[in-house]
Every structure is written in C-alpha cells, then in structure tokens.
C-alpha cells in the first residue's frame, strides 16, 4: 500500500460521524411509534462486490432508503394526512435502474458538483484535465464520479439510525490530484430531519465539493409536475449563467427577477421568463459553515413541506428541465420535465475558476466539512 494510502485510511479513523446535532420541535401528530432502527437487504452484484440497501426508519414511521451504490437515496416514504405512505423523491426500486445511468436520481455527487469550464483548472502551477461529460464542460465528476461508485458501509442502530459510507477516491481519478477520504454520514431523527454530514481529506491539494442530487416531488405522484409546489430561498443574489451553464462571474441581486424566491412563489409562475428553466446558484444570506436555513418546498396538495438547513454558501436549484420520459420511476410512471425537482447545497460552479467565489480547495492536514439537513413537515 502506497504511504499516502495509508495515511488517509488512518486519517478516516479520525473523522468522527455525529450527525447533525441541530434540534427541531418534536412532532405530536398522536400516531403509533414505529420501531426505529435499520434493515439492510442484498441489492445485487457489481464488478464482485455486494451491493446493499439500506432503510433508515425512525420512530414516527418515515423511512428512507440509502443504497451503497453512489450513495444514493433511493426512496423517501411519509404518511400524508389519511395516513397513506408516499414517496417524496424520485427513485427505483432495482439496482439496475441505477446502472442505465438515469441523471443523478438521490446520488452522492463528487468529487465535484456542479460544472467546471472547458473540463479543466489550474491548482499550484499545475493544469489538470477532466472528462467533458456535458457538452465541453465537466460536470458531477466525471464519467464515473462518486454516484457510480460501492461505498464501504457502516451502520447505527441505534435510538437514531445513522448510516456512513466511505470511499477512497484515488490519485488521479478523473483527473483529479490526491488521494482523497470521504465519509458521508445519513442521520434519520424523530423530528423527521434527515441529516447528511460529509468529510474528506487529502494527500494534495484538490478541488472538493459534495452534495446530494435528489429529485423532490413532495405530492408524492411522479407523473405530476412540480410548477404547482411553492419555493422559498434565502437569498438575495445569484450567479447568473452562461449558454453553456457557466456562471458568467457576476453576482446579480435577485429583485425584480424571477429569481427572486425570497417569498413563497410557484415554481412555475415565472419559469417562462428563465430561458430553459432554472437551473442556477443562489448565493445563500447565511455565512458559509454555518448550519442554518437555506429553502423551503411545499407542495400545496398534498400539503407536505420540505425545510432545508445547510451550512453551504449556495444553494442549486434545477427544475428537472432535462427529464425527457427515457426513465420510469418505481411507480411505473414516465419522468418528464419538471416532474421533478432538486435543491443542492454547495458550493458554486466552476468555483477553481474564480477566485471571488468561496474557495473549494482542500489541502493536506485541513478536513473538508458540509452538513446538509432536509426536514419534512407532514401535512
């Protein structure tokens, strides 16, 4: 094993996984308790190597489902208000739904979310070339980023369910420099906040940014589009784009435009005005590192709500513009555009691009932190 391996699998052995230690109000809707706790069940084989789902359920009944393979939540169940468990992401229910490459559905996203121009940057001197996996750019990392990827696998059975995965993302790996050591730790609570709480380090200096790419459709029904649901994010500003999806630079202030979701808004009632759809950075108010409120979802039928926290600076939101119908969700409905939505906490596109952007660079000694924490409401 090579020095710089070893170092970082001793480093793992330091990052501790608390979850999220947030507290939210307790819920007291009167229903009976479920058991609280995590079943794993065989999900397939992949090059040689097992692939497991994992449900999370905590003691209100809401369960999540979180597979090894890519990270990725596959299934996000609550009871509405006649008591009927519906599924709030979008989802399969066989690993090869995942193996057909749908785009991104509930994956852990690295080494870097987003885009990064013309699929290269310059770090220390050095220029190091990526994959042009979208049009000329670089996105989600690469061809065969985090969310392809068999993640070592713990679990906590305990009071609270708490999943880690981690993996060892080596020297060179589509294009990146340094060994790097991500753990990705999931926390299901009793106030219905699913906490996820990511860290990394690193042999040489490299870009890192991670997130999670759920589809949220919050009536439960995938074959209904999400104009209808209300958005709020706390931002005053975003980073307007170019034809190709790279930011310009510029950070734009938000009133008078479209883009002003400071104010419960429908997602459609201005999507037309957005060449395309949303599909942008919001420069969250908060200061980055700082867990705290970044948007809220609703949808007005089924009456679920979603409240994001997240200790991120900005905040992606995509309106599924590019969900064509080629994927089926487990229900057996078609996914088209926006039927369905995602809210990433990160940080900005093409980040090692710009300087005035906050930096995305981790270097040997530091520990890459984010916590993200998503909160159903039930109606």
């Not at 947030?22 to 009167?30: D, H, K, L, V």
């Not at 005035?356 to 984010?370: A, C, H, K, N």
Request: glycine share 10%; with cysteine.
């Amino acid at each position: 094993m090579r020095s710089s391996h070893l170092y970082l699998l001793l480093a793992m052995l330091a990052l501790a996984t608390p979850g999220c230690n947030c507290r939210f109000p307790a819920e007291n809707r009167g229903e009976q308790a479920a058991q609280p706790g995590i079943h794993r069940q065989d999900w397939g084989m992949l090059t040689g190597k097992p692939v497991y789902l994992y449900t999370l359920t905590n003691g209100k009944g809401m369960s999540v489902m979180i597979s090894n393979y890519g990270g990725t939540i596959t299934r996000w169940t609550a009871r509405d208000s006649s008591g009927q468990q519906r599924n709030l992401v979008v989802g399969f229910d066989s690993l090869s739904g995942y193996l057909a490459r749908p785009p991104y559905f509930g994956a852990l996203i690295g080494r870097y979310a987003n885009r990064i121009g013309l699929a290269r940057f310059s770090l220390d001197g050095h220029e190091y070339r990526l994959a042009a996996n979208d049009g000329r750019n670089h996105l989600h990392g690469g061809l065969n980023g985090f969310d392809k990827k068999i993640w070592e696998a713990e679990e906590l059975a305990d009071s609270i369910p708490e999943l880690t995965l981690k993996y060892l993302s080596p020297d060179g790996e589509e294009g990146y420099p340094g060994n790097l050591m991500i753990s990705a730790t999931y926390r299901l609570t009793d106030s219905n906040a699913l906490s996820i709480t990511y860290r990394a380090k690193t042999d040489r200096a490299t870009p890192v940014n991670l997130t999670n790419h759920s589809y949220f459709n919050l009536s439960g029904d995938p074959g209904r589009p999400v104009l209808d649901e209300n958005l709020v994010i706390d931002a005053d500003h975003y980073t307007p784009v170019d034809s190709t999806l790279i930011p310009t630079g510029e950070i734009r202030a938000i009133g008078g435009t479209p883009f002003d979701f400071r104010h419960p808004q429908a997602i459609g009632s201005r999507i037309a005005e957005v060449k395309g759809g949303y599909d942008h950075n919001f420069v969250l108010n908060h200061p980055a590192g700082i867990l705290s409120f970044a948007a809220s979802l609703q949808d007005p039928g089924s009456g679920f709500r979603l409240l994001i926290y997240t200790t991120e600076p900005g905040l992606q939101f995509y309106s599924g513009n590019f969900l064509d119908g080629k994927f089926r969700a487990a229900s057996g409905q078609t996914i088209g555009e926006h039927d369905a939505l995602c809210l990433e906490p990160q940080h900005f596109p093409d980040s090692p691009h710009r300087p005035d952007f906050p930096s995305v660079i981790l270097r040997p000694g530091e520990t890459y932190f984010s916590q993200s924490v998503y909160r159903v409401i039930l109606p």
